[in-house]
């Protein structure tokens, strides 16, 4: 063999190896929340359900947030009003927001 092919018979393997291969698509399953919402602001959203217990989900640049179906901005959506959240849990064990969406005719539930 000249050292041309013989350069190529070993390198070729190689190349293959290198190139790019498509990931698949990861599945998320979200898990939906109900309850009344306590606070939002740049880092969280924290609803608390059943009463006594707060859950704290991490926005992210691609959390939604709906009056119905229409979307809105975090603020347009009043504390105290009755919300679903859907979110995930990432490595760490946080609870991220996907999306947060109030029917937009409820109002505040105030505390006793």
């Given at each position: 063999m000249t050292r041309r092919s013989l350069l190529l018979v070993i390198l070729a393997p190689a190349w293959g190896f290198a190139q790019k291969k498509s990931k698949p698509e990861k599945l998320e399953v979200l898990a939906k929340f109900q309850g009344i919402l306590t606070g939002i602001d740049r880092t969280f959203v924290r609803i608390e359900v059943d009463g006594d217990n707060t859950l704290e989900f991490r926005r992210t640049s691609k959390t939604a947030?709906?009056?119905?179906?229409?979307?809105?901005?975090?603020?347009?959506?009043?504390?105290?009003?009755?919300?679903?959240?859907?979110?995930?849990?990432?490595?760490?064990?946080?609870?991220?927001?996907a999306s947060v969406t109030w029917d937009g005719k409820s109002e505040p539930v105030t505390q006793p």
């Open positions: 947030f709906f009056k119905g179906k229409t979307a809105v901005k975090a603020n347009q959506i009043p504390p105290g009003v009755p919300v679903l959240v859907e979110g995930t849990k990432n490595l760490a064990g946080e609870l991220i927001v």
